[in-house]
């Protein structure tokens, strides 16, 4: 059974992805430019709608330029099955006989 992963602008858990597209291309922590900006909305609401809206413009031209390929879903079945395998090299010794 294949997952369904949509597009990370319209996933119902972010505000159209930007921090999580920013932290998936740097490698960082999404949540700490979360903070950033929340802080600074603080001080100045409407320069940070605009940082925010044009950190939307600059990950939609480079996911529309350069998209991120990955890898297909395997089927559970086949992950499980690996385990299963896995789990059976495991050398076996053969155990004492209590007397």
């Known amino acids: 059974m294949q997952s ?3 597009a990370i602008f319209w996933r119902e858990d972010t505000l159209f992805g930007v921090c999580e ?3 998936e ?3 960082f922590n999404p949540l700490w430019l ?3 900006l929340a802080i600074g909305l603080l001080w ?3 320069a940070m709608i605009y940082a925010y809206l044009g950190l939307a413009v600059v990950v939609l031209i480079s996911r529309l330029l350069a998209p991120n390929p990955r ?3 395997r089927p559970e079945a086949e992950a499980e099955a690996e385990r299963g395998a896995a789990a059976n ?3 076996q010794y053969p155990l004492p006989i209590a007397a």
């Open 25 to 27: 291309d740097f490698r």
């Open 71 to 73: 890898p297909a879903a």
């Open 44 to 46: 100045d609401p409407l």
């Open 34 to 36: 979360r903070i950033a």
């Open 4 to 6: 369904y992963q949509p």
């Open 89 to 91: 090299e495991v050398e």
């Open 21 to 23: 597209a920013l932290g």
